[in-house]
C-alpha cells in the first residue's frame, strides 16, 4: 500500500540553508522531491526515513530527526477519537539504540504528552500526566522488537484525555492502561508525530556513519 505523507511535514536532519544550520522542515510531497538522501519511497510504497545522528535539529537540542508530524494542531475536543496508528521496520539504529517513533506532541511547547520509544530492542512509552509536568520515567510496552522486525505502533486518545498505546510484533501484542491527560492539558492543542528521532546528542566527533533509518510502510492518521 502506497503510504499517503502530503498532508504532513517533514522534520528532516538537513540544514534549512547554507547559511542557517537549523533543521529543514517542508510538506511531505517536496521533501520527497527535495530531500532524496533521508527520504524516499521504496517500491512498494513504504516510505524510508533516515537520520543520521550528526545533522542539523532545531534550536532547543542537538539531536537529529527524520519525522513526519501533522501540520494542523486540534484540540482533544475537536472528536470523539483521535488515532496515530503507523506500521513500521527500524533497519538502523545510532550507536545509543535508543529512537522517539511515535509522538502525541503538544503546540508550542517541548514536552509532548506521550512519547514512544524504541530502546534496545524493546518499545517503551512516556506519558506526561500534566502539561509541562515533570520528565517521565518510561514505561515497557513490548518487549523482542528486534531490528528488521515490522511491528504496528497506535497512540489514541479520547476527547477526555484518556490515551492508550498499544503496539505488536512477531504474533505478540501489548498496550498500556488507559492514561488520562490532567486538566492542564484541556486548553493546549495537539499533533502526532511519527518516524525517527535519534536520543542521542552529536558532537564534533559523531561518526559520520551514526544514525537509525526506518521504513513505514502503514501510516493512518484520524480525527472522528
Not at 533521508?38 to 530527526?65: C, F, M
Not at 498505546?165 to 492543542?189: D, I, M
Not at 508525530?193 to 558532537?203: A, E, F, K, S, V
Request: charged residues 15%; proline residues 5%; neutral net charge.
Amino acid at each position: 500500500m502506497t503510504v499517503d505523507i502530503s498532508t504532513f511535514d517533514i522534520a528532516t536532519p538537513l540544514p534549512t540553508s547554507a547559511t542557517n544550520p537549523v533543521a529543514l522542515e517542508l510538506n511531505g510531497t517536496e521533501a520527497l522531491a527535495q530531500c532524496p538522501t533521508v527520504i524516499s519511497r521504496l517500491a512498494d510504497g513504504s516510505i524510508q526515513l533516515t537520520a543520521p545522528t550528526k545533522g542539523a535539529s532545531s534550536k532547543s537540542t542537538h539531536r537529529t530527526r527524520c519525522e513526519w508530524k501533522e501540520s494542523i494542531y486540534w484540540p482533544l475536543t475537536s472528536a470523539a477519537n483521535h488515532w496515530n496508528k503507523q506500521e513500521m521496520t527500524l533497519l538502523k539504529v545510532n550507536s545509543a539504540q535508543r529512537v522517539v517513533i511515535s509522538q502525541m506532541h503538544v503546540q508550542d511547547d517541548t514536552n509532548p504528552a506521550m512519547k514512544v520509544f524504541w530502546e534496545k530492542g524493546a518499545l517503551t512509552y512516556a506519558f506526561r500526566k500534566e502539561y509541562n509536568g515533570a520528565d517521565p520515567t518510561p514505561v515497557l510496552l513490548l518487549g523482542n522488537v528486534p531490528l528488521g522486525a515490522k511491528y504496528q505502533i497506535n497512540i489514541h486518545s479520547t476527547s477526555a484525555g484518556v490515551v492508550v498505546v498499544s503496539a505488536s510484533c512477531n504474533g505478540k501484542s501489548a498496550s498500556s492502561p488507559s492514561l488520562q491527560l490532567g486538566s492542564t492539558w484541556s486548553t493546549q492543542t495537539f499533533d502526532f508525530h511519527g518516524g525517527i528521532y535519534n536520543q542521542i546528542d552529536y558532537t564534533d566527533t559523531t561518526s559520520p556513519s551514526d544514525g537509525s533509518i526506518c521504513v513505514i510502510s502503514l501510516l493512518s492518521v484520524t480525527h472522528v
